[in-house]
């Protein structure tokens, strides 16, 4: 089993920057592909951005490139997201994921096993 408890959600100008994080607790965080997703009011969960295991690899979907920053400290069983120049679009509950997975890059919330209960990121114009 694995816990996932997000934090550093709230709200926001546009332009302004805010960081995510996640904190995991597991014995083996090392080997999980972990995610972040988002979902606003309405709409569906969407794909962010993942990191690989030892986090040599990272993808994001096109809407934050540039803008937001996945990272993960293996030492500490933590995953971040820093992001950058939001805008209001960007508003949604934001999700830690992780997942075992082999492959190189999963969008597919299905793909993540495990979910945190999300933090909500609120960016006003």
């Known amino acids: 089993q694995v816990q996932l408890v997000e934090s550093g959600g709230g709200l926001v100008q546009a332009g302004g920057s805010l960081r995510l994080s996640c904190a995991a607790s597991v014995r083996t965080f090392s080997s999980y592909r972990m995610a972040w997703f988002r979902q606003a009011p309405g709409k569906e969960r969407e794909f962010v951005a993942q990191?690989?295991?030892?986090?040599?690899?990272?993808y994001y979907t096109d809407a934050v490139k540039g803008r937001f920053t996945i990272s993960r400290d293996n030492d500490k069983n933590t995953v971040a997201l820093q992001m950058n120049s939001l805008k209001p679009e960007d508003t949604a509950v934001y999700y830690c994921?992780?997942?075992?997975?082999?492959?190189?890059?999963?969008?597919?919330?299905?793909?993540?096993?495990?979910w945190g209960q999300g933090t909500q990121v609120t960016v006003s114009s």
């Open positions: 994921a992780a997942g075992l997975a082999s492959g190189v890059i999963f969008t597919n919330t299905y793909a993540y096993p495990y």
């Open positions: 990191i690989s295991s030892s986090g040599a690899i990272t």
